[in-house]
C-alpha cells in the first residue's frame, strides 16, 4: 500500500511564504515524475510543477514561475514546493502526485490560503 503524506499548508499574509513535502512511503520503486497540483474553490485542478528523473522541471502555472520552486529529495521519495512571495490567487488546495511504470498515486491535499 503506497501512501503519500502531505505537509506545510495553512494560512499566510501577501507577500509571504510556504513549504509544502509530500512523503511517499509503502512499496514504490523507480518514481518517474512527481508534481503539485492545485484547485481553487470552483475550478479546475491544474498542474502547479513537475519534476522528472535527472531533475527536469516543468512550471505549469505561468503565474507562478519565479515564486515557487519545485525540488525531490529520491533517497526519500519526497517532494516539495517552496513558494514565495504568495497571492491571494494562490489559494487553493495543493495535491501532490507521484508517477512511474504502470502506477499513479495522489495525495489527499493540504489547504493553502493567502490573506491580501
Known amino acids: 500500500q503506497v501512501q503519500l503524506v502531505e505537509s506545510g499548508g495553512g494560512l499566510v499574509q501577501a507577500g509571504g511564504s510556504l513549504r509544502l513535502s509530500c512523503a511517499a512511503s509503502?512499496?514504490?520503486?523507480?518514481?518517474?515524475?512527481m508534481g503539485w497540483y492545485r484547485q481553487a474553490p470552483g475550478k479546475q485542478r491544474e498542474l502547479v510543477a513537475r519534476?522528472?528523473?535527472?531533475?527536469?522541471?516543468?512550471y505549469g502555472a505561468g503565474s507562478v514561475k519565479g515564486r515557487f520552486t519545485i525540488s525531490r529529495d529520491n533517497a526519500k521519495n519526497t517532494v516539495f514546493l517552496q513558494m514565495d512571495s504568495l497571492k491571494p490567487e494562490d489559494t487553493a488546495v495543493y495535491f501532490c502526485?507521484?508517477?512511474?511504470?504502470?502506477?499513479?498515486?495522489w495525495g489527499q491535499g493540504t489547504q493553502v490560503t493567502v490573506s491580501s
Open positions: 502526485n507521484i508517477g512511474g511504470s504502470g502506477y499513479d498515486y
Open positions: 509503502g512499496s514504490i520503486a523507480n518514481i518517474n515524475v
Open positions: 519534476i522528472s528523473v535527472g531533475d527536469f522541471v516543468y
